[in-house]
């Protein structure tokens, strides 16, 4: 086991549970006229361990690096016969991230693709109440002092932890009912009598990604395949829809 890489941003019990792993020294990358820090992937390739820890799946890349997001660093390693052990936040799974900006306020810029979850040979919620989690964050655990305050009365709301912990409940059990029924499917058991479908009727506006996004979700839900479909009339305008929504279409 190596850690491929790992923020520990100063705190002590974080250091403290890397004992004595190896620890795999990252690439430095000058962006900027600044050196920055990235998950060496080639080092981990040619070091080849059974298995890899990655933390911050839903991190963004510095310019420059071989892949814009972490998640695809990730999939090299995977398939270089590389098992990896990552974790992420519920606020950047892409699906949730409309529900996510409602309940909270806050966009979430960065954000991994549902299908790279699907990909998991197990998902497992770490959970803890909302109230613990404050606590957590009192002491130092999550974020340095300073901090603390400003994030207990914004994105620590009680209020927001608590959609959250839902939505992650949610999207756990979804993806456990997906596993189920792909197992059923696989040992030749008998499917839902009627199957159920999902369509999603787009229009050329910048909507449209929300409604997809909404209906991939319902579909996951429901372990169902799902269309997106979208209507073309004929039209005397040529330019009857924007080119910028053309070309988002």
């Given at each position: 086991?190596?850690?491929?890489?790992?923020?520990?941003?100063?705190?002590?019990?974080?250091?403290?549970?890397?004992?004595?792993?190896?620890?795999?020294?990252?690439?430095?990358?000058?962006?900027?006229?600044?050196?920055?820090?990235?998950?060496?992937?080639?080092?981990?390739?040619?070091?080849?361990?059974?298995?890899?820890?990655?933390?911050?799946?839903?991190?963004?890349?510095?310019?420059?690096?071989?892949?814009?997001?972490?998640?695809?660093?990730?999939?090299?390693?995977?398939?270089?016969?590389i098992h990896?052990?990552?974790?992420?936040?519920?606020?950047?799974?892409?699906?949730?991230?409309?529900?996510?900006?409602?309940?909270?306020?806050?966009?979430?810029?960065?954000?991994?693709?549902?299908?790279?979850?699907?990909?998991?040979?197990?998902?497992?919620?770490?959970?803890?109440?909302?109230?613990?989690?404050?606590?957590?964050?009192?002491?130092?655990?999550?974020?340095?002092?300073?901090?603390?305050?400003?994030?207990?009365?914004?994105?620590?709301?009680?209020?927001?932890?608590?959609?959250?912990?839902?939505?992650?409940?949610?999207?756990?059990?979804?993806?456990?009912?997906?596993?189920?029924?792909?197992?059923?499917?696989?040992e030749g058991?008998?499917?839902?009598?009627?199957?159920?479908?999902?369509?999603?009727?787009?229009?050329?506006?910048?909507?449209?990604?929300?409604?997809?996004?909404?209906?991939?979700?319902?579909?996951?839900?429901?372990?169902?395949?799902?269309?997106?479909?979208?209507?073309?009339?004929?039209?005397?305008?040529?330019?009857?829809?924007?080119?910028?929504?053309?070309?988002?279409?």
């Amino acid at each position: 086991v190596v850690v491929g890489c790992v923020e520990t941003y100063g705190r002590r019990d974080t250091e403290a549970q890397l004992k004595d792993l190896e620890v795999i020294p990252r690439r430095q990358i000058e962006y900027r006229g600044v050196t920055m820090e990235e998950m060496d992937v080639d080092a981990i390739v040619r070091r080849k361990p059974q298995m890899c820890v990655v933390d911050e799946l839903a991190h963004t890349n510095v310019p420059g690096s071989r892949h814009t997001k972490r998640h695809e660093d990730v999939l090299e390693i995977l398939e270089a016969g590389i098992h990896v052990m990552t974790a992420v936040n519920i606020q950047h799974l892409e699906t949730l991230n409309d529900a996510v900006a409602r309940a909270t306020g806050v966009r979430v810029r960065e954000t991994v693709p549902d299908t790279f979850l699907d990909r998991a040979d197990e998902v497992i919620n770490v959970d803890v109440t909302v109230e613990e989690l404050r606590n957590r964050l009192r002491e130092g655990k999550i974020y340095r002092p300073e901090k603390v305050e400003q994030a207990l009365s914004n994105f620590f709301r009680k209020g927001n932890l608590s959609t959250l912990r839902e939505l992650a409940l949610r999207a756990v059990a979804d993806e456990v009912g997906e596993k189920a029924a792909s197992y059923r499917a696989r040992e030749g058991l008998e499917p839902a009598l009627i199957p159920e479908r999902v369509m999603v009727c787009m229009s050329s506006n910048a909507l449209a990604p929300r409604v997809i996004r909404t209906g991939a979700r319902i579909a996951g839900r429901l372990g169902s395949k799902w269309y997106a479909v979208y209507v073309e009339t004929p039209s005397e305008k040529p330019d009857r829809i924007k080119p910028r929504d053309s070309d988002t279409l």
